[in-house]
């Protein structure tokens, strides 16, 4: 059927295929049934309708379920919940009548300043990849294509458009390509995305080692690579280099390098009409996996389902319950789970308590039906029986990082004087039998956005003393920090009794959060990367190779990203990857390795005993 939809093609009919022409779309070809290939974000749910530039249509009918975001997914360890995960994704993209949801996104953390770390998952190739496989196996039983991305190696925000990354083959082939190769392989993930920045002098999107070598001829992969907005830079490299849809656009469609000036250059002769075939091959690949292709005199085709509810109350329990089992439990003496009955008071103190996130950090924003805040799922846990002290704290963050580029317009809520915030917090916590403080980073300002890194790990808005002026007027402090990983802690972690990381949970996240609080839920998350106690620690700022130098940054750790390096180096983090307590103690005995039937390469099976 490709082959037979191939021949019946104008050449200007094949090159409409291959570019954008609208901001989440390509043009169809009605006249033979060929409907347009609709795409949204993103990795933690359908997002809101959009238009050229992203511009926000405000429309009232395209709220999603926004889940707990895929950092978190990770500290769960759990595959099932990633394929549920997925989906929920994919079910709501289908409502939506989306082919293509861009996600997810599996770049690894290479430093704990990554604006997009919290819409990764983490440090450990492997974790990534067993979660990456189940998500897009969960999304794409549902009809609609996984768009996994960026291919590869985006794991720096900061000159994203431009960086040079050097990576040896063997870091790049063992820690930044396997969740890739997992997705093409395993999941038979239909399309892939090409990052933005280059990788050993070759942009992402026009890369043939990546593309054409080692995507396409090594891997086998036959769906369709998608350009990231705007990150094509060359029509000859574009052409030949496999980059199959350009998206973005350079003022008018049909002025991008695979529009009008791919078509004279195959009117030319400049390029073979091969290399445009396989590109438009690889486009009817996914729509009638798709099952998109129909016969053109019936109605036009679409790939939404019967309409129901968007963000079913099923959809949202699923978010409940990874945003549950993401909490990372990092500290209890014995102050956690509270007990209501022997409480009267609770101050809540910080920012995040009132804080709303899914609707930040750049594409990956969501536009949820509602967000249960910390304070409001604390406030529906106790149903009214206990008396809730509020205080604000500190001023949240904006405008601090290292920022070259924002996609979203920011409201800057005008600062309030710090030192009455902290005086204010002060009484409150002194007042109360307990306080739980909820701080951490947010999506303003260069946190945990797109288009910006952090520009150090400490933690914004004076909350280092905040929390030890609170911590002094009642040592009963529960500190609850959200955000998109690692913060410094040294200030205060001694002599706070218990902490815990939130990531950002979702639509959900407050009741979340209040079900582990008070111990209806039992903590189990653990990292899925490494705290260090500085960022002067991490392998990338040891060596002095981010954010780089005269546009170029060169992977000078190699192999040793995350715990490897820790490990390896002997470097004491703050709390390890993998770390994670919870409201149970356990113990191991008795380890015993049993080598498998045959002498060599085969698995080894780990036995031990576990008290509970
Ligand atoms: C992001 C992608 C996203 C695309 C479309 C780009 O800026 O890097 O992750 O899918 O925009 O919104």
Same mark, same amino acid.
């Given at each position: 059927?490709?082959?037979?939809?191939?021949?019946?093609l104008t050449?200007?009919?094949?090159v409409s295929?291959?570019?954008?022409n609208?901001?989440?779309?390509? !043009?169809?070809?009605?006249?033979?049934g060929?409907?347009?290939?609709?795409?949204d974000?993103?990795?933690?749910?359908?997002?809101?309708?959009?238009?050229?530039h992203?511009?926000?249509?405000?429309?009232?009918?395209?709220f999603?379920?926004?889940?707990?975001?895929?950092?978190?997914l990770a500290?769960?360890?759990? %595959?099932?919940?990633?394929?549920?995960?997925?989906t929920?994704?994919?079910?709501?993209a289908?409502?939506?009548?989306?082919?293509?949801?861009?996600g997810?996104a599996?770049?690894?953390?290479?430093?704990?300043?990554?604006?997009r770390?919290?819409?990764?998952m983490?440090?450990?190739?492997f974790?990534?990849?067993?979660?990456?496989v189940n998500?897009i196996?969960?999304?794409?039983?549902?009809?609609?294509?996984?768009? %996994?991305?960026?291919f590869?190696?985006n794991?720096?925000?900061?000159?994203?458009?431009?960086?040079?990354e050097?990576i040896?083959?063997r870091?790049?082939?063992?820690i930044?390509l396997?969740?890739?190769?997992? !997705?093409?392989?395993?999941?038979?993930?239909?399309?892939v995305m090409?990052?933005?920045?280059?990788?050993?002098?070759?942009?992402?999107?026009?890369n043939?080692?990546l593309?054409?070598?080692i995507?396409k001829?090594?891997w086998?992969?036959k769906?369709?690579?998608?350009s990231?907005?705007?990150?094509?830079?060359?029509?000859?490299l574009?052409?030949l280099?496999?980059?199959?849809?350009?998206?973005?656009?350079?003022?008018?469609y049909?002025?991008n390098?695979l529009?009008?000036?791919?078509?004279?250059?195959?009117k030319?002769g400049?390029?073979p009409?091969?290399v445009?075939?396989?590109?438009?091959?690889r486009?009817?690949?996914?729509?009638?996996?798709?099952n998109?292709?129909?016969?053109p005199?019936?109605?036009?085709?679409?790939?939404?389902?019967p309409p129901?509810?968007?963000?079913?109350r099923?959809?949202?329990?699923?978010a409940l319950k990874?945003?549950e089992?993401?909490?990372?439990?990092?500290?209890?003496q014995?102050?956690l789970p509270?007990d209501?009955a022997?409480?009267?008071?609770?101050?809540?103190?910080?920012a995040?308590?009132?804080?709303?996130?899914?609707?930040?950090g750049?594409?990956?924003?969501?536009?949820?039906p509602?967000?249960?805040?910390?304070?409001e799922?604390?406030s529906?846990?106790?149903?009214?029986?206990?008396k809730?002290?509020?205080?604000?704290?500190?001023n949240?963050?904006v405008g601090s990082?290292?920022?070259?580029?924002?996609?979203?317009?920011?409201?800057?809520?005008a600062?309030?004087n710090p030192s009455n915030?902290?005086?204010?917090?002060?009484?409150?916590?002194?007042s109360?039998?307990v306080v739980?403080?909820?701080g951490?980073?947010?999506h303003?300002?260069g946190y945990?956005?797109?288009?910006?890194?952090?520009?150090d790990i400490k933690?914004?808005?004076g909350?280092?003393?905040?929390?030890?002026?609170? %911590?002094?007027?009642?040592?009963?402090?529960?500190?609850?920090?959200?955000?998109?990983g690692?913060v410094?802690?040294?200030a205060?972690l001694?002599?706070v009794?218990?902490?815990?990381?939130?990531?950002?949970?979702?639509?959900e996240g407050?009741n979340?959060? !209040?079900h582990?609080?008070?111990?209806?839920?039992?903590p189990?998350g653990?990292?899925?990367?490494?705290f260090p106690?500085?960022?002067?620690?991490?392998?990338a700022?040891?060596?002095?190779?981010?954010?780089?130098?005269?546009g170029t940054?060169?992977y000078?750790?190699g192999?040793? %990203?995350g715990?490897r390096?820790?490990?390896?180096?002997?470097i004491?983090?703050l709390?390890p990857f993998?770390?994670?307590?919870?409201?149970?103690?356990?113990?191991?005995?008795?380890?015993?390795l049993v080598?498998?039937?045959?002498?060599l390469?085969?698995?080894v099976?780990?036995?031990?005993?576990?008290?509970?």
């Open positions: 059927r490709v082959e037979d939809l191939l021949s019946r050449l200007e009919e094949k295929l291959v570019h954008a609208a901001h989440f779309s390509t !043009a169809g070809v009605p006249r033979l060929i409907p347009d290939l609709k795409m974000d993103g990795p933690l749910g359908v997002r809101e309708e959009v238009g050229e992203g511009v926000i249509l405000n429309h009232k009918d395209d999603a379920t926004a889940m707990p975001g895929t950092l978190g500290a769960t360890w759990d %595959v099932d919940l990633a394929k549920a995960y997925g929920v994704i994919g079910q709501e289908k409502q939506r009548g989306k082919d293509i949801m861009l997810p599996v770049n690894i953390q290479r430093t704990p300043l990554c604006g770390n919290f819409e990764y983490g440090e450990d190739p974790l990534t990849s067993r979660m990456t998500y196996e969960g999304e794409q039983a549902q009809g609609v294509s996984s768009c %996994v991305k960026h590869a190696a794991s720096q925000e900061y000159q994203r458009g431009s960086i040079n050097i040896d083959e870091a790049l082939r063992e930044y396997p969740a890739f190769r997992a !997705a093409v392989q395993e999941a038979e993930v239909m399309t090409g990052a933005y920045n280059q990788i050993n002098g070759q942009h992402c999107c026009e043939e080692r593309l054409n070598e995507l001829n090594e086998g992969f769906g369709a690579v998608i990231d907005w705007g990150g094509v830079h060359h029509t000859d574009a052409a280099n496999g980059m199959d849809i350009e998206m973005g656009t350079r003022g008018a049909a002025g390098y529009a009008n000036p791919f078509l004279e250059g195959l030319s400049k390029f009409v091969s445009l075939d396989d590109k438009v091959r486009h009817f690949h996914v729509m009638f996996k798709l998109l292709i129909h016969d005199s019936a109605p036009p085709a679409t790939n939404a389902a129901t509810l968007l963000s079913t099923a959809h949202q329990e699923i990874i945003a089992e993401s909490l990372v439990l990092l500290k209890n014995n102050l509270l209501p022997q409480t009267k008071s609770i101050a809540i103190i910080g995040n308590a009132t804080a709303k996130f899914a609707h930040g750049g594409s990956a924003m969501i536009k949820p509602y967000e249960i805040t910390a304070l799922g604390i529906n846990r106790l149903g009214g029986n206990m809730l002290i509020y205080a604000q704290g500190y949240p963050p990082g290292r920022v070259d580029f924002r996609p979203e317009p920011e409201e800057t809520p600062p309030l915030l902290m005086a204010e917090a002060v009484a409150a916590a002194k109360a039998d739980i403080y909820v951490g980073l947010n303003k300002g945990d956005t797109e288009g910006a890194d952090r520009k933690l914004p808005g909350q280092d003393e905040l929390i030890q002026k609170i %911590v002094q007027a009642n040592p009963r402090t529960v500190v609850v920090l959200m955000g998109g690692a410094e802690m040294d205060w001694a002599r009794p218990a902490v815990l990381y939130t990531w950002y949970p979702g639509l407050g979340a959060l !209040a582990v609080l008070f111990g209806d839920v039992n189990s653990k990292l899925p990367c490494t106690k500085r960022l002067a620690d991490s392998p700022h040891a060596l002095h190779t981010y954010p780089g130098t005269n940054v060169v000078k750790e192999l040793l %990203v715990y390096w820790f490990d390896t180096k002997k004491k983090p709390f993998g770390y994670g307590l919870s409201y149970t103690t356990f113990k191991y005995s008795n380890l015993n080598p498998g039937p045959e002498a390469g085969a698995p099976t780990v036995e031990f005993e576990l008290a509970n």
